[in-house]
């Protein structure tokens, strides 16, 4: 017990020594007074006595001038540290801007109050934590966060930017960017390995690793679809399971929540990028039969891509149906007329 507790003494001893030559030592007055203490007899040996009271002086002028010095240099050094700690909170606050540098047809950007307000693509205008940019049909934005790393959203869509934060604490070089996608599709592009995208959806997270990926949400169908061409992503469904994409994956999950990867098709990646950069209609081919149940002409494969393409394709379906069994009905009836 006995060792333990000279073992905590020194621990507290070394403490507090290190803390006392933390800080700018005082001059001592009881130093200088020591030092003229052992000065001689000024009457006996007055020229002696006059030196060492000069080196007393001198000491004691050292002493206040060490530090004088000291308490500049440390108030040099924290005034530095607290000009870093503003230029990284303003570098933070500068980094979670992102600009909307490119508009066509009917874009909309709401503030947190609630207050919309009609893009142009004659100006750029910044977006911070708490906007939400929604597109109307036939039209599209694309948002620049860094060189090389942008957003693009597509035709009939809407996300929300929830905030930015460094990826390492009070760095501004290294940041992570949160979104929510509530509709729609949204192309999220990075060739900076310092930014990095959390995409929140009503059936899961993902996280990308220097990616090139597609968030494809649709509430009617209450599907949602992560397409990745190339890169890697981390997926979180709601159900709390954890998937990891990789370059020419996708992954869906359907309204019961349940989560599908398969291989990502060229055809629909591009037809999803045209259909982002050009607000054109596009259905990927996954969604086709779970819509249909069959192949669909060409014009109503149109008709079907279009917003509220679902109900669309099963309002076709009930009429076709319909003419099917009038069509059979008729013919029956005919034949039993000749009978």
């Known amino acids: 017990m006995r060792t333990n507790a000279w073992i905590t003494a020194g621990f507290l001893f070394i403490i507090l020594l290190s803390s006392a030559y933390a800080a700018c030592p005082e001059p001592d007055i009881k130093v200088y007074s020591a030092c003229t203490d052992k000065c001689p007899d000024p009457v006996t040996h007055t020229f002696a006595y006059a030196d060492c009271i000069n080196d007393c002086l001198a000491m004691w002028s050292k002493m206040q001038d060490d530090s004088a010095a000291c308490g500049k240099a440390e108030r040099e050094a924290a005034e530095k540290k607290r000009i870093e700690r503003e230029n990284k909170l303003r570098g933070i606050e500068e980094a979670k801007i992102i600009t909307v540098s490119t508009v066509e047809g009917m874009i909309w950007l709401t503030n947190p109050e609630g207050l919309a307000e009609k893009l142009s693509n004659a100006e750029l ?21 860094k060189e090389g790393s942008r957003l693009q959203l597509g035709p009939d869509s809407q996300f929300t930017y929830i905030d930015g934060e460094p990826i390492i604490e009070g760095e501004p070089e290294k940041m992570k960017y949160k979104y929510q996608v509530s509709k729609g599709r949204v192309r999220y592009k990075s060739e900076d390995l310092n930014v990095k995208y959390e995409v929140h959806t009503s059936k899961g997270t993902v996280v990308n690793r220097q990616t090139d990926f597609i968030v494809e949400v649709d509430p009617e169908t209450n599907t949602t679809a992560f397409y990745l061409y190339e890169g890697i992503l981390d997926v979180n469904t709601t159900r709390g399971e954890t998937f990891v994409l990789n370059t020419g994956e996708m992954m869906t999950i359907n309204p019961s929540d349940e989560a599908a990867i398969s291989n990502l098709s060229m055809d629909d990646w591009y037809g999803l990028v045209n259909s982002i950069e050009t607000g054109q209609n596009f259905t990927p081919s996954w969604k086709i039969p779970a819509e249909t149940g069959m192949a669909l002409p060409e014009f109503l494969t149109e008709i079907v891509s279009g917003p509220g393409g679902s109900r669309t394709a099963l309002f076709i379906l009930m009429i076709i149906a319909a003419a099917v069994g009038i069509t059979i009905g008729t013919v029956i009836r005919s034949r039993r007329k000749r009978k």
Request: proline share 10%; charged share 20%.
């Open 125 to 145: 205008l910044d977006m911070r934590p708490g906007y939400v940019l929604t597109s109307e049909p036939d039209s599209t934005a694309v948002l620049t966060i």
